[in-house]
């Protein structure tokens, strides 16, 4: 009896037609029509976009790439971080350094060390500023620190079988303690100010439209590019057993995965990816210090997640979008309710949405092919 041999499905492409034009588009609205339209246009043109939207834009996209972050390891591995702004932070931190070694003699003191270290009578560099005026260096570690960082805590955590509410806890704990070390000013890291009055980045003065501009570019390439990579993450083997995990880790185990080193890649990638948005918003945004560790701005993280619907991937960044872009309307216009409209948000989205903006659109679309 001869049998034919066993024909596996062919693997679905990565995106459908309309996925490629939406991120054609996307391509397009970042590498030429916002730079046409802040650059080209005059400021008294309707359709100019002004340099506070190009900054609010490019801030709210690196918060974005956290959103999606957190939707890798928490949507679709069921692993709920609450110190991702640790990550965020210690990329900042990295980019931070470079750009401070960049000021050179131009500070207030007119010294080669930081105004900071003078003011505290520092004689030179400690030894972790060593390779701080080397931008490829810089670019290797701000990777580097927090990947290593991310793998050292989640191996011991994963590796004590620490889940659910108990992982958050101590993630939102270790995250707490690093803030608290940052504070002090024999760290080197600039205690409660931290890093600012940036000049220099390559060389180039940092504060002109220009340099803002290609900023703003290169941010919304890296959330391109990295939606574009989460998306191949998710829907390979690899996607796949991480989705096992989240739901039957127990049955998972049973069937010959171990979950210890699918749960350790993706919680690494998850944290290099919000280094890499924390080294992307502070040249940006001008700053950094240990308020970006603080636990609200992890769960920030959490709630962007939340409200545009996890394990969407799309979703996480339309929450961060709408998030922030309400964040930054109401804390001018009425900012003693902004905390009280962001703890409604999330209780309205965990009681009454929660699937989240993209669980409310399926339902509309779901609803909308059964009307006769």
Known sequence: MITSPLQLPAPAPLFTRAGWSACAVALLAVCA???????????????????????LLGKIMCYAICALAMDLIWGYTGILSLGHGLFFALGGYVMGMYLMRQIGRDGNYQSAL??????????????????????AATLVLIVAVPGLVAWVFGYFAFRSRIKGVYFSIITQAMTYAAMLLFFRNETGFGGNNGFTDFKRILGQPIATQNMRMLLFVLTGLTLLGF?????????????????????????VMFSGYAPLPYKLTIWTISAMMCAVAGALYVPQVGIINPGEMSPANSIEIAIWAAVGGRA???????????????????????????????????IAVTLFLPGGVMGLVRQCKNRLGAWP
Not at 114 to 129: E, R, S
Not at 232 to 239: T, Y
């Open 33 to 55: 029509l916002a730079p046409v339209l802040n650059l080209w246009l005059p400021a008294g043109s309707l359709l100019h976009l002004s340099d506070y939207t190009v900054a």
């Open 114 to 135: 930081p105004d900071f270290m003078v003011f505290l009578d520092w004689k030179a560099l400690p030894w972790h500023w060593a390779l701080s005026d080397s931008f």
């Open 227 to 251: 939606f574009v990579l989460a998306r191949a993450l998710v829907r390979s083997k690899f996607g796949l057993v991480l989705q096992a995990v989240r739901d039957a880790e127990s049955r």
């Open 312 to 346: 969407t991937l799309i979703g996480p960044i339309i929450g961060a979008f709408i998030v922030n872009g309400a964040k930054s309307w109401l804390t001018v216009a009425a900012p003693e309710f902004w905390l009280y409209f962001l703890g409604a948000l999330f």
